[in-house]
C-alpha cells in the first residue's frame, strides 16, 4: 500500500479503521474532534460503516477511498468519519435502522449522510466508482448529496424530527397480555419450519446462513414433543452444512454463510461467533443423536478456534478475511492437479472422490472441497472397507493441511471482543464437561481470567481489546454474553468464583441497561455517550440479540443461585414479546431457547463430592453425557454453593441429588440410577 498519505486513523486499535489509515481520504475516527468540527465549519458529516472481514468493505476501498479524484471530493466537502462496527455496533444498530426504513435492505459497507448534529439525511450501502442503470457512481452520489445539503438545509433539518421519531418508535414494544407463554412453543415450532428446505436443509433460498439458534430451539422442541419431524430438520440442515463448501474440509470450522442453496459456496470470512454458535449445535446433536459425526465437526470447529483464533493472552480473535493476495477465497481453493501432486496415485484419486474435485473445478476454475455423500454415512461408497476410506481421507486432510500452512494466509482481525468471546467461552466450557477435554476447560478459564482482568478497568466491563490497549464502553451483549459464559464455566471446573463473578456482573447489567418502564434492555448503558437515539435490540440475528442472552443466562443464575429477583427481568422480556415471537419465531430462536428454560421443567443437579475424584466423575460424566438443555449443576461439598445446602454424601460415597423447582428426590450413588434418572425424567 501507498504510505504517502495518513491521518487520523493511523492511532487506531482496530485492524479494519488501520486499514484506512494511509487513504488519502481525511478519515477521522468517530469522536468528540470530528463531531465539534462537523459542527464548526456547518459541514455534513460522510460516516462509513464496515468491518474487517467484509468483501465488498475492500473492494469500496480500493476502488473509491483510495481514488485521489475522490477523495479530494470527500475531503473538500465532508468530516469523513469511519466505524468498525464490531467496535461500535451502537453506531451501527441505529444508522443500519435508518437504511433500511429508507433502502428496504441493508449491508455493509453501510454509506450514511448525516448533519452536523448526527441525524442521517441519505444513506445505502456500497457505491459503484461508475454508474450503471439505475445505480449512481459514488462522485456522483457525493455531488447530489453537496448540493442538497447546500439548497435544501431547512427541509433536511424538518426530515430529522421525523427521523429520529421513527427510531423511537422501533423500542416500543405491542402490549401482549393476552398470549399465553406456553402456547407460543408449539406455534413457533411450527412457525420456523415453514421455511424449511426439505432439499438441502437450512431455511428459505440463496443466500443461505447458518441457523444456529432455529436448530437449538428446534431439538428443545423436539425433546419437550417427540415429534421426529424437528429431528430430521435438524439432522438434515446438520448435515448438509458440514459437508458442504462453506466448512472448511481441511482446517475446521465454518465460513460466515453460503451464497448458494446447498451450501457449497461460501462467502468465505470466517467469524468467530458463527464458529462459536454452531460447535455448540453439533455438540447437542451428538448428545442427542449419538453420531459420532456431530462430535468430530464440533471438535474440529473448537480445534481450529483454538489453533488459529486465540491470543496468547488467552482471548479469542474477532475474524478471519475471505480474502489473501487480494482474491476472494484463494487460500481454501484446489486444482486437481494440485491435490494428485501432493497425494499421489490411488490415494488422490478416492481422496478427489470423496470431496467432489474435478479437472474443471467448482469455483472459476478451482474447486472448494465438499463432501457429495453425506456425512459419517460416506463410508460405504468407493467399494473400500469403512476404516481404510476414513485412513485415507484422514491422511489426505493431514498433508494438504500441510501443504496450505505454506500459502499467504488470510488477513486476520486480531481485536477480542468481549461479546463474542463470551460465547466461545460458553462454548468451550460445555464442550470440556461434554467430550472431558481438559485442554477445552484449560482454554475456558484461560480466556474468562482474560477477560475480567484485562477488558475491565474501574470495576467497568469494556468492548474491545487489541495490542495492550482496552477500549469502548460494553454493551448489553457484551455483558449478557459473558454472564452466560461465566455459568457455563462454573459447570464445567465448579470454581465457586465464577458463579460469584456472574452474580456481580448481573447485578451491574441490570442497574446499567434495564428500561426501567419495564421494556427489556437497552443497547447501551445508562451513562453513555449520548447519540440520536437510545436503541434497544430485540430479534436474533447472526448473533443472538443481548435481550435474549440476557434472558437465559438470568434465568440459569436464578436457578444457581436460588435468588428470586434474577427471574423478574426476563419474566418481563417474555410478556412484552410473547406475541412477536408467536408470529416472528424466526427472529427470536434464542429468545424461544430462553423460554423453553422458562417453562422447564429444569433439572437442578447437586453432585456431592471432590470434582476430581473417580466416583465424582463418573457421576458427572453421565449428567453431562445426556442431551438435556434444562439443567443447572453444582458439585462440590455441602454448602459450597446454593445447589450444594444441606446435600450430603451416602455412605461415604459421591451422591446425585436430581432436583426441581427446589424439591429433591432420594440421592443416587450409582451411575446408571442417576442416568436412568435423568432419561426417564425427559419430556
Request: glycine residues 8%; charged residues 25%.
Amino acid at each position: 500500500m501507498d504510505h504517502k498519505h495518513t491521518n487520523a486513523l493511523v492511532n487506531e486499535t482496530s485492524p479494519y479503521l488501520l486499514q484506512h489509515a494511509h487513504n488519502p481520504v481525511q478519515w477521522h475516527p468517530w469522536g468528540q474532534e470530528a463531531l465539534s468540527r462537523a459542527k464548526k465549519e456547518d459541514k455534513p458529516i460522510l460516516l462509513s460503516i464496515g468491518y474487517s472481514a467484509c468483501h465488498w468493505c475492500h473492494v469500496m476501498e480500493r476502488e473509491s477511498f483510495e481514488n485521489e479524484e475522490t477523495a479530494k471530493l470527500m475531503n473538500e466537502h465532508f468530516i469523513n468519519i469511519k466505524v468498525d462496527r464490531e467496535e461500535r455496533p451502537d453506531l451501527d444498530a441505529i444508522y443500519m435502522a435508518v437504511v433500511q426504513m429508507a433502502t428496504g435492505s441493508g449491508g455493509w459497507p453501510m454509506t450514511v449522510f448525516l448533519t452536523p448534529d448526527q441525524v442521517p439525511f441519505f444513506c445505502g450501502t456500497y457505491f459503484p466508482p461508475v454508474g450503471g442503470p439505475g445505480r449512481p457512481s459514488f462522485p456522483q452520489v457525493i455531488r447530489s448529496v453537496v448540493q442538497a445539503y447546500r439548497d435544501k438545509k431547512r427541509d433536511l433539518k424538518e426530515n430529522a424530527d421525523s427521523i429520529v421519531g421513527e427510531l423511537r418508535k422501533l423500542n416500543r414494544l405491542p402490549d401482549t397480555q393476552d398470549v399465553r407463554l406456553p402456547e407460543i412453543m408449539d406455534a413457533a415450532s411450527a412457525g420456523i419450519i415453514t421455511n424449511y428446505d426439505a432439499r438441502f436443509g437450512g431455511f428459505g433460498s440463496a443466500p443461505k446462513f447458518p441457523p444456529s439458534m432455529a436448530l437449538s430451539f428446534l431439538m428443545r422442541s423436539y425433546l419437550r414433543s417427540g415429534e421426529e419431524k424437528l429431528l430430521e430438520i435438524v439432522e438434515n440442515t446438520l448435515e448438509n452444512m458440514a459437508c458442504g463448501g462453506m466448512y472448511d474440509q481441511i482446517g475446521g470450522g465454518f465460513h460466515r454463510y453460503s451464497v448458494d442453496s446447498q451450501w457449497l459456496v461460501p462467502h468465505f470470512e470466517k467469524m468467530l461467533y458463527d464458529n462459536a454458535l454452531l460447535s455448540r449445535a453439533y455438540l447437542d446433536a451428538w448428545l442427542l443423536t449419538g453420531r459420532k459425526f456431530y462430535r468430530s465437526i464440533a471438535e474440529e470447529t473448537l480445534d481450529y478456534l483454538l489453533r488459529e483464533m486465540t491470543s496468547p493472552e488467552g482471548g479469542f480473535f474477532s475474524s478471519q478475511d475471505a480474502d489473501s493476495e487480494g482474491k476472494e477465497g484463494r487460500f481454501f481453493l484446489w486444482s486437481e492437479s494440485e491435490v494428485q501432486s501432493i497425494l499421489g496415485g490411488e490415494e488422490a484419486e478416492i481422496f478427489c472422490r470423496h470431496f467432489g474435485i474435478t479437472s474443471r473445478g467448482n469455483f472459476e476454475g478451482k474447486n472448494i472441497l465438499h463432501i457429495p455423500r453425506r456425512g459419517d454415512r460416506a463410508n460405504d461408497r468407493q467399494g473400500i472397507p469403512g476404516e481404510a476410506l476414513s485412513e485415507i481421507i484422514r491422511n489426505g486432510k493431514r498433508r494438504l493441511f500441510d501443504a496450505r500452512e505454506r500459502r499467504v494466509k488470510p488477513g486476520r482481525d486480531d481485536k477480542i471482543l468481549t461479546a463474542w468471546n463470551g460465547l466461545a467461552l460458553r462454548s468451550f466450557a460445555e464442550a470440556a464437561g461434554a467430550l472431558c477435554r481438559r485442554d477445552y476447560r484449560e482454554a475456558a478459564v484461560r480466556n474468562a481470567e482474560f477477560l475480567l482482568s484485562r477488558l475491565r478497568q474501574d470495576g467497568r466491563l469494556l468492548r474491545s481489546y487489541r495490542e495492550g490497549r482496552a477500549r469502548f464502553n460494553a454493551y448489553l451483549e457484551d455483558y449478557a454474553y459473558l454472564l452466560d459464559g461465566l455459568l457455563s464455566l462454573y459447570e464445567a471446573s465448579f470454581d465457586a468464583r465464577w458463579i460469584a463473578e456472574a452474580a456481580a456482573l448481573a447485578g451491574d447489567m441490570v442497574s446499567r441497561f434495564w428500561d426501567s418502564e419495564g421494556d427489556g434492555f437497552y443497547f447501551t448503558s445508562e451513562d453513555h455517550e449520548a447519540l440520536i437515539h437510545r436503541p434497544k435490540e430485540f430479534f436474533d440475528h447472526a448473533a443472538p440479540s443481548g435481550n435474549s442472552v440476557a434472558a437465559h443466562a438470568l434465568l440459569r443464575l436464578w436457578k444457581c443461585t436460588g435468588d428470586d429477583r434474577w427471574a423478574a427481568c426476563p419474566v418481563s422480556i417474555f410478556k412484552r414479546l410473547a406475541r412477536p415471537m408467536r408470529e416472528q419465531p424466526a427472529s427470536f430462536a434464542h429468545l424461544l431457547c430462553a423460554l423453553d428454560f422458562y417453562l422447564g421443567p429444569v433439572r437442578e443437579i447437586a453432585v456431592v463430592g471432590s470434582p476430581g475424584q473417580p466416583g465424582t466423575q463418573a457421576l458427572l460424566d453421565e449428567v453431562f453425557g445426556i442431551y438435556l438443555p434444562n439443567k443447572v449443576v453444582a458439585c462440590g461439598s455441602d454448602g459450597e454453593t446454593f445447589l450444594l445446602k444441606g446435600k450430603l454424601p451416602v455412605d461415604g460415597n459421591p451422591a446425585a441429588y436430581v432436583c426441581e423447582n427446589f424439591t429433591c428426590r432420594a440421592p443416587v450413588t450409582m451411575p446408571e440410577e442417576l442416568r436412568d434418572i435423568l432419561l426417564s425424567e425427559r419430556p
